[in-house]
């Protein structure tokens, strides 16, 4: 098949960019979208024009590197998927494919389609861990916790962090990335003693750098991993109890 | 150069606690004053970065990825070994540690695989602690999965992103000191080379990817968890990114380069479609555990695999290994599927795959067990190949996956030149010749929470007061230059191809000649085809871009240029070990049934390989192994 590419260039964040065409002709349905890039890629370096640069890494859908905004979708047309999971066979013969970068403040662009996600790194250092010494853990079995909650745990742990929750919602906010982190460690037994403190650290954090939410759901359907906008709401639950939360007694009440 | 693995004398089921108390320490208050280097921050770079800091060492981390969260680590599926014994079935820690010698095919340490199964709980607690979603029974308790050939259940999983999952405990881990101030983190930026003075390891050199500045960091100590080199191959289950570039600079600064041919290939791969393919995805052995593998009994059956009766179908591995069936280790059950494929059995649409079947499983446990054991598993199988693998069976073929070889390294972890340390796969140290399933999570966390932050006290202990050596000392502006001069070279490249196509041309001999099977010949013929190919890329290579600029392809032509000196020195490894040991299999030496045949009398020994400034023409050293727990016999999976 051959399509078409629109794709953002951008020489470095300070400079202005612009989109370019170029030809993809003669692909195979069966490639993925990324090794489409490649070829483009390779092509136009052998041509004498330097390659498109974009994020990417281990083209199975679980490092959260990739991220483009393919035809206004943040990774593409096909839901629960990552650019470098999507096909080339979602797409037809002829179409003009528009590629962007993720537009947002707190995402600055680095180079053509690759931003800068360390505002993610900021809201992690700032509370986004349980504090375990190396040496100090009890015997992993001392502590049971319900399958529902370790299940549910592991259903918010499941981000990948890859920003496309960010790059989909109108106001840029970041809060379905904080709060899957929030809530895979807020539901765990281990993660109680800093329940209150991680809450209000990590949401402080994460509105230095992003929007605020206002409900519009549009993180969940750009969710590689679909993580469910519940756990936005159970943010919001623990952010709001945080401040009157009574400390002193915070070990005695979950 | 003298190899001095540093074991110690004593009982070797006492010997790691007994030496943690005879190494010296480093007292608390005199720890700030101690710098140290991370290199990587895969799940060992990152849990020896954090524990380190934790400990008050000032510690520097460096990753060439945005996020520490990125490192390869991340794509493990299957989970980690720990000898638990939560099912009561069995295992100890001698029984971890005599599986994982049985399984290396007898080319590791005794003494360093021992403590590997002795701290391999300690992890297990670690990482709950932290957070880990590890699967878990009804009753609340730790769930285990048999796993790749165990005969007990000791493997940990969550879900099928087990990786995912240690890599961000370990990476949180991190996060919180780079919060405290304790670990200085460098993201996107690449080691290029690292400071040797005095013999000893007192810096690197690394390039910042955005802007191009070419910086020297120094340090008390310098610790590469930089990964494996499987994308020597081009097609591989490895990133885009991994590369061997940091660990190979090490080596021609004076590390020894252990056991370079011990590669391992992973049998439950989507096999490649097309001269396009940029990687090869795995999908977990864990899938191994209720899939069948099978093949038409006829060559050249055309039909498809739902047409196929019963009584036509060959389930190889079941037939040849009545004992362990489908879980064979993986040397043995990548080589059996290649050997199908040879023999003309091979389906699919390139017919180079084989059947991983669910039908008996789906039958057996019903479709929703399968589901939850799987569905993420099946998921992407079916995004990569649009087919549905709950109604027709898997294609799998084996590829490269892991490297057992790597920077060798003694007791204490440090390589051949004192104050450098090489932990996780970039070391050569526990796994043989061969790997286990759910041991490469667990030794990168062994190496990186509970055996460099003790061992590495005991090298530093003997500089305190020591500053650390300037960057604008001599050595330092030395190495700068040769860096320089490298990107220099590279930017001047103005030839017609892709640092890719010479890429692929080079995986192309290496799977061909020091793949799944070596010989004699084929070895000899990349030894002459390597060189020429490597003059032929440097000579044609094309570069385009600046050097002061976030520039892929200046990034992949010096990685490649690495591979190419590296793929000179497996041949070479592969040629001169004359038998054939865990993914090591020399046609020449196998058993009346076809399997490898080791030679205990020659070649019971590592081969730690010096660089001697002319690639081709490295000096070995023989690390003999002795084994006095572990009984050598014939690995029999029948």
């Known amino acids: ?254 | 150069m003298e190899l001095d693995a540093k074991i110690p004398e004593g009982e070797i089921t006492t010997l790691w606690g007994q030496h943690k108390f005879n190494m010296s320490l480093v007292s608390p208050n005199n720890k700030r004053k101690f710098d140290i280097i991370v290199v990587g921050t895969g799940l060992a770079g990152a849990s020896a970065a954090a524990s380190m800091a934790e400990l008050g060492y000032n510690v520097k981390a460096f990753t060439f990825h945005d996020s520490p969260r990125r490192a390869h680590s991340i794509a493990a599926q299957g989970g980690i070994n720990a000898a638990k014994n939560y099912h009561g079935d069995g295992d100890s820690i001698f029984r971890l540690f005599y599986d994982t010698v049985k399984g290396g095919d007898y080319r590791s340490r005794e003494a360093n695989v021992y403590r590997l199964a002795e701290v391999s709980a300690n992890i297990i607690d670690q990482c709950t602690a932290q957070g880990v979603p590890f699967a878990r029974e009804y009753g609340g308790l730790l769930d285990n999965r048999s796993f790749g050939g165990a005969q007990v259940s000791r493997t940990f999983y969550a879900r099928g992103q087990t990786g995912q999952q240690l890599l961000l405990g370990a990476y949180q881990s991190l996060a919180r000191q780079v919060g405290l101030g304790n670990v200085d983190l460098h993201t996107r930026t690449e080691m290029l080379d690292v400071v040797v003075k005095d013999g000893r390891a007192v810096g690197i050199v690394t390039r910042n990817l955005i802007t191009g500045e070419i910086e020297s960091h120094s340090a008390h100590a310098v610790v590469l968890a930089t990964g494996g080199y499987s994308n020597v191959f081009y097609l591989s289950t490895n990133a885009m990114a991994c590369n061997m570039t940091a660990a190979w600079r090490a080596h021609r600064r004076g590390a020894a380069f252990a056991n370079p041919c011990f590669t391992q290939i992973h049998p439950t791969c989507i096999p490649s479609s097309e001269e396009f393919q940029s990687k090869l995805t795995l999908m977990s052995e864990s899938l191994r555990n209720d899939g069948r593998i099978w093949v038409p009994k006829e060559a050249g059956d055309d039909r498809p695999a739902n047409e196929i009766p019963e009584d036509e179908r060959d389930y190889f591995l079941e037939r040849r290994y009545p004992t362990f069936g489908n879980l064979v280790p993986r040397d043995v059950a990548s080589r059996n599927a290649k050997n199908m494929v040879d023999k003309g059995k091979g389906i699919g649409p390139l017919k180079n795959g084989v059947y991983l079947d669910f039908a008996t499983a789906i039958e057996r446990l019903g479709a929703d067990t399968v589901e939850e054991r799987y569905s993420n598993l099946f998921e992407m199988y079916e995004r990569i190949t649009d087919e549905n693998p709950y109604k027709v069976p898997m294609r799998i073929y084996p590829a490269a996956h892991y490297t057992m070889g790597g920077l060798w390294v003694d007791y204490h972890l440090m390589t051949s030149v004192p104050g450098m340390y090489a932990i996780g796969e970039a070391n050569f140290s526990d796994h043989g010749a061969n790997r286990l399933g759910a041991s490469a999570l667990m030794q990168g966390l062994a190496d990186g929470y509970f055996v460099l932050p003790y061992t590495i006290g005991d090298y530093l202990s003997g500089m305190l007061g020591d500053p650390v050596v300037p960057t604008d000392d001599a050595a330092f502006v030395e190495v700068e230059q040769d860096v320089k001069d490298q990107i220099a070279f590279w930017m001047n490249a103005r030839g017609t191809r892709s640092p890719d196509y010479y890429h692929r041309q080079l995986g192309k001999i290496m799977v061909d000649y020091c793949g799944m099977e070596r010989t004699k010949e084929g070895l000899e013929k990349a030894i002459a085809e390597i060189p020429a190919l490597h003059a032929e890329f440097r000579q044609n290579v094309r570069v385009l871009g600046s050097s002061d600029d976030f520039n892929e392809t200046l990034e992949k032509v010096q990685r490649v240029d690495d591979f190419f000196e590296l793929a000179l020195l497996m041949c070479i490894d592969a040629l001169s070990r004359e038998e054939s040991c865990g993914g090591h299999f020399r046609t020449e030496s196998q058993t009346e049934e076809g399997e490898a045949l080791r030679n205990d009398d020659d070649f019971a020994f590592s081969s730690a390989w010096e660089w001697t400034g002319r690639p081709g023409d490295p000096k070995l050293h023989k690390e003999h192994l002795e084994f006095n727990h572990v009984k050598l016999s014939q690995r029999s999976y029948k």
């Open chain 1, 1 to 254: 098949m051959d399509v078409q590419l629109k794709v953002w260039r951008q020489a470095h964040s300070n400079a202005p960019g612009d989109f370019e065409m170029y030809e993809a002709s003669n692909i195979s349905p069966d490639m993925s979208f990324l090794e489409m890039l490649d070829i483009v890629n390779e092509r136009l370096l052998e041509g004498g024009t330097e390659p498109i640069r974009f994020d990417h890494d281990c083209r199975e859908g679980i490092c959260g590197t990739c991220g483009i905004m393919i035809d206004g979708k943040a990774h593409g047309p096909q839901n629960g998927t990552a650019t470098c999971q999507l096909h080339m066979r979602s797409f037809s013969d002829g179409d003009t494919i528009t590629l962007e970068p993720w537009r947002a403040g707190a995402f600055p662009v680095v180079k053509d389609l690759a931003v800068d996600r360390s505002a993610f790194d900021r809201i992690m250092e700032s509370g986004g861990y349980i504090t375990v010494p190396t040496g100090s853990a009890p015997d992993a079995n001392l502590i049971p916790i319900p399958k529902e909650a370790a299940d549910t745990a592991m259903d918010a742990a499941a981000c990948i962090g890859c920003g496309a929750c960010v790059a989909a919602c109108p106001n840029s906010a970041g809060q379905l990335f904080t709060a899957a982190k929030l809530a895979h460690l807020n539901l765990l037994p281990q993660g109680q003693p800093e329940r209150w403190t991680r809450t209000e650290n990590m949401v402080n954090a994460m509105e230095e750098f992003f929007g605020s939410c206002t409900n519009h759901g549009e993180c969940e359907r750009a969710c590689p991993k679909q993580i469910s906008i519940d756990f936005i709401a159970m943010l919001n639950r623990d952010y709001a109890k945080a401040g009157v939360k009574n400390r002193n007694l915070a070990g005695q009440q979950a």
